[in-house]
């Protein structure tokens, strides 16, 4: 079984930062391309940022200049570095990744996400 585990959210001030680290565990399987997504209270889910195995990135137009999406094959780890937080951004974070099992299956797997709260 392939499991995605965030942690780094939090509370902060508006203008404060935040980093936020998804690790991806388990056996047999490599990952395809990752992703963080966020959701308010009363909203749809939505993509926040995303990056290819290759290192190809793309932002939501709200948040492109101020948060910035990485990652470490060799931890199999995502990151999403939060800055210039405004109250807009508050929501669950969810990671997101393609992973690919040995024998061939793909499936979509999403960690249990981590609240960002963000004061005036």
């Known amino acids: 079984q392939v499991q995605l585990v965030e942690s780094g959210g939090g509370l902060v001030q508006a203008g404060g930062s935040l980093r936020l680290s998804c690790v991806v565990s388990?056996?047999?399987?490599?990952?395809?391309?990752m992703a963080w997504y966020c959701q308010a209270p009363g909203k749809q889910r939505e993509l926040v940022a995303g990056i290819s195995s290759g290192g190809t990135t793309n932002y939501a137009d709200s948040v492109k200049g101020r948060f910035t999406i990485s990652r470490d094959n060799a931890k199999n780890t995502v990151y999403l570095q939060m800055n210039s937080l405004k109250p807009e951004d508050t929501a669950v974070y969810y990671c997101?990744?393609?992973?690919?099992?040995?024998?061939?299956?793909?499936?979509?797997?999403w960690g249990q996400g981590t609240q960002v709260t963000v004061s005036s």
């Open positions: 997101n990744a393609e992973i690919i099992r040995t024998w061939g299956t793909k499936l979509v797997n």
């Open positions: 388990g056996s047999r399987f490599s990952i395809n391309a």
